[in-house]
């Protein structure tokens, strides 16, 4: 499934791309994120609880940034396993364009899961990978541009 969506960030696009690579920054904004370390410069590791439907996961497993072109934007690819829930990967391609003193942030992400997690039904799984998709996006723009940040365009286009 294809996720895309937009924020308007009322901060330089230096600033947005620094917190983009800060890994205090991007736990604090992940829903349900316990751990994420720092590996190397392009590499993390990362430990995210979650709930699809009724299904409750803990998953463990890696990020990497790929395609860097700073303070442009990257590609951001993961995958977890998460026990007999099953896995999930993705990736997204995140890019910021200066619009005067703010920065808009635009994604493009896909995701996938497996094992008992894609049982749960496809509408259900797109439902959630949504709502984490734009809760991740509206809390990162809020920290980092404060309250006036505006978005929310995600949408799911169906691929």
Excluded: H
């Excluded at 499934?1 to 901060?11: C, K, L, V």
């Excluded at 999930?88 to 920065?103: C, F, I, M, P, R």
């Excluded at 797109?126 to 984490?132: D, E, S």
């Amino acid at each position: 499934m294809e996720i895309t969506g937009e924020y308007r960030i009322p901060a330089p696009r230096q600033t947005v791309w620094e917190a983009l690579n800060d890994p205090e920054v991007l736990k604090e904004c992940i829903p349900g994120c316990e751990t994420l370390e720092k590996v190397s410069d392009t590499e993390f590791t990362a430990r995210v609880a979650t709930k699809v439907g009724p299904v409750k996961a803990r998953f463990s497993g890696k990020v990497t940034l790929m395609e860097i072109d700073a303070p442009n934007g990257y590609r951001i690819a993961g995958e977890g396993q998460g026990g007999v829930a099953g896995f999930a990967k993705g990736s997204a391609v995140v890019k910021l364009t200066e619009d005067g003193s703010d920065t808009v942030l635009n994604y493009d992400a896909d995701a996938q899961v497996g094992g008992k997690l894609a049982q749960l039904g496809s509408r259900l799984i797109a439902g959630t990978a949504r709502k984490t998709a734009d809760d991740f996006f509206r809390s990162f723009a809020e920290k980092v541009g404060g309250a006036e940040a505006e978005g929310g365009t995600t949408v799911d286009t169906g691929r």
